[in-house]
């Protein structure tokens, strides 16, 4: 390594480090206020200037790369005169109240630590430390971040942070009255184009942009770094904790997935955590009431209902679903328990809703059902197809990453109906008619192989099924396809040409491509593409679901699903392993899945259902449907933090559960990533982990000897034991951050990306011919819109954890998006209440106006318990996984 001076001392660096780098690595806190090591060296405060032996003035250190045999002198008295010069300068009509109020904000702590107060400028006209804030530069309007300008330094750290990070470009500077001044797009920031990520209040030095958390609460005396409990991207993050509550979260700088960067969600939505109405002791219903009760009580309650039934109806009356926002730790001991306690196959997950269609599809086609690719193959792509996903809103770390990634030269295709913010950046956007993928996919193909733009070599070595594949797309030319879809045949070519051109080429979906009818079958045409034109294997390509929930990946993965046991492995080939290593015999029963056993409870054959964190009768669609088999059950364990809605009208007993914050385990991310999740602070009142009420009940029922665990370190050792693919992560490993499987022994690095050299099911994979069948869901005279459903960055899901925060003041309701054309006709103003009812239900929410939406397209967001959509939406299922059709459903539209 080579090595340089510092003040004396020999300094080992490698090759590009700068010396202010080199000085924080060595602890040493010169002071800066425009640096920020996520962001271009900027050089423009001169605070950090340091000494170099042979330069003849100082140079700044934040973007001076230290060389061979330098000798570097940081704080010689020149340099600190000049650095109390500096400040002078940077205090110029400086609020007094600032430091005072914020001490604990960099530039704060540097006036302390130089002595720079007020009586340090005696008769300095020049520096106004006695300043009373600026109230027009003021804007207390936000719930999250408090704005006073009268504090900025002008160091434009807000400005590049959002163009450079976030891609937003909410902070501009203007020129006032020959003075430079910094202000959001808008009138206040609530007005502008902000997305709430906080990068602004992350990195300003001041505290001119400030989290509302801190001051409220105070700064946190305590940090520890966990995974975010919502989004598949799997952002890393400090969870900052005083007097055993959360007051701020920060993302942590070095985190492979989110870089330093994280959306509203994972930085400020926490409150739900503390919220009031958390429930902390266990409760039966009795007499239409719920009562409190001890644990004994509840558990007794349980394990005599869960015996009853058993009894009385047979093991397989009895179904268990694991949770998204448990820990993988949770989910293998769910599955375990309905396997070895209750004898029955009957587990599943919220995979079933979403991206189960991914799983099959990728398994198919690539012998692998997951992500084939690393989230750090956005930095090589050159262009993305973006199909059926929204992922500034949805996933927005990643959205984030993909706008820099275009900033940067990539091109992208967007494949939506609706016009979401990539779309606006799309080189290409295809907004097809909801459900037409398969033609736009397979003509897209088409135009692939005519114009000869496939990777022979590639086609050759590890492709196999071409003919067939000729066949299937043969009659799909952009002319046919533009007819079903609704885009222009030449979009079509346009799109194909990219892809196949401007390598390398990567794809990410979304649930816009797999909760559709034909939502495997969309995938695999998706995944058919990558291997006509080698995009897959390679660095800065592949196919990727972009998994909606922190932990949907490794809940299913776990084995929380009736055919396949930890690790994805086929229950008919694993179980001899599994009995073996679990020392008991497996039910052979064919188990059901979420949707099957719905079905099974309308009809009186399912008579139990246990519920881990997943508030299924407001999220599954056709809620009336999901209500009349809630009816007949027989008995309803909620295990939760809040009494959600399938608990408040449904549930039989309550079983309160420890939050993401309350306990340790571990996470698996959209690309495979297994990071840690650490308890910050203690579960409220009685709440206890997922694991511990698993292993509770599975001890009163007499299996104690199998669920004899006594943290979630051990557990995940026994999930290690069963699953070749995750043997080599072991807790100690992921001390030193998160891995991506396969990872088989502890010496294996993980495996960013897949199928490099060949497939899990061969040297070749094989294309598929999927055949295109309409809906059975078409606009008619009396439904004449077609509704689309899905998220919006401020609200997740079922609303049970953002709706308890004060992103319900960024986005208070569900609202549905209607085109200006449809508005008109119907005399529809913004904000106005409508009506929107289907052949299964009816819903009322507010109206937003839009372009976003096509003439006879609806879009509505599914978060409200109070407009609870998926009454609206269809009972219609995938083929292969039987997940619903929710982006696709006839409704009329009524003005009320
Ligand atoms: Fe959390 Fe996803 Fe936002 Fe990252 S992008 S902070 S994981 S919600």
Not at 366 to 390: K, P, V, W, Y
């Amino acid at each position: 390594m080579p090595t340089a001076i510092i003040d004396g001392h020999t300094y080992e660096f490698r090759p590009g480090q700068t010396i202010l780098e080199a000085l924080r690595a060595l602890g040493t806190d010169l002071p800066s206020a425009c640096y920020d090591p996520r962001l271009e060296p900027y050089g423009a405060c001169r605070l950090c200037l340091v000494e170099v032996e042979g330069r003849p003035f100082p140079v700044a250190a934040c973007n001076t790369p230290l060389q061979v045999g330098m000798v570097v002198r940081t704080h010689t008295p020149a340099l600190e005169d000049n650095r109390k010069h500096e400040f002078r300068f940077l205090l110029g009509r400086y609020p007094k109240e600032a430091p005072l109020r914020q001490p604990y904000q960099p530039f704060h702590r540097y006036l302390h630590e130089y002595g720079l107060t007020a009586a340090s400028f005696p008769g300095d006209s020049r520096v106004e430390l006695q300043a009373e804030p600026d109230p027009a530069r003021q804007d207390f309007g936000h719930p999250y971040i408090r704005v006073d300008l009268s504090q900025c330094i002008l160091c434009y750290r807000c400005v590049r942070i959002c163009e450079d990070v976030q891609g937003q470009f909410v902070w501009q500077a203007f020129d006032r009255e020959h003075q430079t001044h910094i202000a959001p797009s808008g009138p206040s920031l609530l007005e502008s184009a902000c997305v709430s990520c906080g990068a602004c209040a992350d990195t300003c030095p001041t505290g001119a942009l400030d989290d509302w958390s801190v001051l409220e609460l105070g700064t946190p005396t305590t940090w520890t770094r966990s995974t975010c409990p919502y989004c598949g991207v799997g952002c890393e993050f400090l969870v900052g904790t005083r007097q055993g509550r959360i007051t701020q979260i920060k993302p942590a700088l070095d985190a492979p997935v989110n870089k330093g960067h994280l959306c509203v969600k994972g930085r400020y939505a926490f409150e739900y955590n503390q919220s009031p109405d958390r429930i902390t002791q266990p409760m039966i219903r009795r007499g239409g009431e719920w009562q409190t009760v001890s644990w004994e009580e509840a558990l007794a309650f349980v394990v005599g209902e869960l015996g009853r039934i058993r009894q009385t109806h047979g093991p397989d009356s009895i179904g268990i679903l694991g949770s998204a926002r448990a820990t993988n730790e949770e989910n293998y001991l769910a599955q375990k328990f309905a396997r070895v306690v209750i004898g029955s196959n009957n587990v599943d997950c919220c995979a079933r809703v979403c991206h189960a269609p991914s799983a099959e599809a990728l398994k198919r086609v690539f012998g692998t059902g997951a992500a084939t690719s690393a989230f750090d193959d956005i930095e090589l792509a050159q262009t993305f197809l973006l199909a059926g996903t929204n992922a500034t809103e949805n996933h927005p770390v990643v959205g984030a990453r993909i706008k820099q990634a275009k900033r940067r030269g990539a091109k992208l295709i967007v494949v939506d109906p609706r016009q979401t913010e990539l779309a606006r950046w799309a080189d290409i956007l295809l907004a097809p008619r909801p459900g037409t993928d398969i033609p736009l996919f397979h003509a897209m193909a088409r135009v692939i192989l005519e114009e000869n733009l496939t990777d022979p070599a590639f086609l050759a070595e590890r492709v196999e099924g071409f003919e067939a594949f000729r066949a299937a797309v043969e009659e799909w030319t952009p002319e046919h396809a533009a007819e079903v879809c609704g885009v222009s045949a030449e979009a079509i070519r346009q799109a194909a040409r990219l892809y196949a051109t401007h390598k390398p080429s990567i794809c990410f979906h979304g649930l816009g491509l797999t909760e559709h009818h034909q939502g495997t079958e969309d995938v695999m045409a998706l995944a058919n593409l990558a291997l006509l034109t080698g995009n897959v294997g390679k660095p800065g390509t592949g196919v990727n679901p972009l998994r909606g929930q922190n932990n949907v990946q490794g809940s299913a993965h776990m084995g929380c699903e009736p055919n396949t046991l930890t690790g994805s492995q086929p229950l008919a080939k694993a179980r001899a392993r599994f009995e073996q290593l679990w020392g008991c015999p497996l039910p052979t029963t064919k188990g059901l899945n979420l949707m099957q056993m719905l079905d099974a409870a309308r009809e009186g054959a399912l008579k139990a259902l246990w519920l881990f964190g997943y508030d299924v009768l407001l999220s599954n669609p056709d809620a009336a449907r999901t209500a009349q088999a809630f009816e007949k059950l027989e008995l309803v364990v909620v295990q939760d933090l809040f009494m959600n809605e399938s608990a408040r009208l449904y549930g039989h007993v309550f079983l309160p559960a420890a939050s993401n914050f309350e306990k340790d385990g571990t996470f698996m991310n959209s690309e495979r990533r297994i990071q840690r999740i650490r308890q910050a602070v203690p579960p409220p009142g009685e709440a206890r982990p997922d694991w511990q009420i698993l292993c509770d009940v599975a001890r009163a029922m007499g299996q104690g000897e199998h669920f004899a665990f006594e943290g979630p370190e051990v557990i995940w050792d026994e999930v290690r034991s069963v699953w070749p693919g995750g043997a080599g992560i072991s807790y100690a490993r992921l001390e030193q951050g998160g891995l991506q499987w396969p990872c088989p022994s502890l010496d294996h690095p993980g495996t960013p990306r897949l199928h490099a050299q060949s497939f899990p099911i061969g040297p070749k994979a094989t294309l598929a011919a999927v055949s295109y069948l309409p809906s059975a869901e078409q606009p008619s005279a009396e439904y004449p819109f077609l509704l689309i459903t899905g998220r919006t960055l401020y609200a997740f899901n079922a609303g049970t954890m953002t709706g308890r925060t004060r992103n319900t003041r960024l986005y208070p309701t569900d609202r549905l998006e209607v085109s200006p054309s449809d508005a008109e006709r119907l005399g529809l103003r913004e904000g106005e209440r409508v009506r929107v009812r289907s052949p299964y239900g009816e819903a009322r929410l507010p109206v937003h106006i839009t372009q976003w939406v096509k003439p006879g397209e609806l879009f509505s967001t599914f978060h409200d318990p109070e407009v609870f959509i998926n009454r609206v939406t269809n009972p219609h299922r995938d083929r292969y996984t039987l997940t619903p059709e929710y982006k696709r459903t006839a409704v009329q539209l009524e003005k009320l």
